[in-house]
């Protein structure tokens, strides 16, 4: 339908936006005992936006090589740079509002030592993060901690063991404890 409205399709845009975050919102919440609702919030979280596309992050990246997770939604880049470089952009509109849930700086693995490969940037605060949503399961060899604590875990939903590295705000480590490459299954940030 078209409308005559002057500012029409900017308010569309702006419902649009919302509804979708509506659905996002919808998609997550899951119950006890509906394993069904739990694989369809899996499949929503790992959906991403690249290169004006969505993406599976569960199934292949498709050439991203730098992705950042946060209560919004999952947004992936050619590079670390390009997404450094969307991190530290302005924040305007209601599409970047700041959730409360969200660390002040994300924790940040890498798939190779000293901080190369691929990148996930995660700031969600509060519920266990599994890496197979994001396509990132047993492939963390070394780290960066941002402003919050984080714990990680060699199984699914903070099962498994715990790493016995230092994981407290700000730490780093160009390579994981012995034992600890490609191990990391979820993570948790404080």
Request: aromatic content about 8%; some cysteine; overall charge negative.
């Amino acid at each position: 339908a078209t409308t005559n409205h002057p500012k029409g399709d900017a308010n569309m845009k702006h419902v649009r936006t919302i509804g979708l975050a509506a659905i996002a919102v919808c998609a997550t919440i899951t119950t006890p005992g509906h394993q069904a609702d739990a694989v369809e919030a899996s499949h929503a979280a790992s959906q991403a936006r690249f290169e004006g596309r969505w993406i599976d992050l569960s199934k292949d990246w498709e050439g991203a090589m730098a992705c950042t997770v946060d209560d919004a939604g999952s947004v992936c880049f050619r590079t670390e740079a390009q997404l450094d470089a969307y991190l530290d952009a302005p924040t305007t509109g209601v599409t970047n509002v700041a959730i409360t849930s969200t660390c002040s700086s994300s924790l940040r693995l890498y798939d190779g030592t000293s901080y190369s490969g691929s990148v996930l940037n995660l700031s969600v605060q509060g519920t266990y993060i599994n890496m197979s949503t994001y396509g990132f399961d047993n492939r963390t060899s070394s780290y960066k901690v941002g402003a919050c604590t984080s714990s990680f875990h060699s199984g699914a939903s903070g099962g498994g063991s715990l790493y016995p590295g230092n994981t407290a705000a700000f730490a780093q480590a160009t390579v994981m404890v012995f034992g600890w490459d490609n191990v990391v299954s979820s993570v948790y940030i404080s």
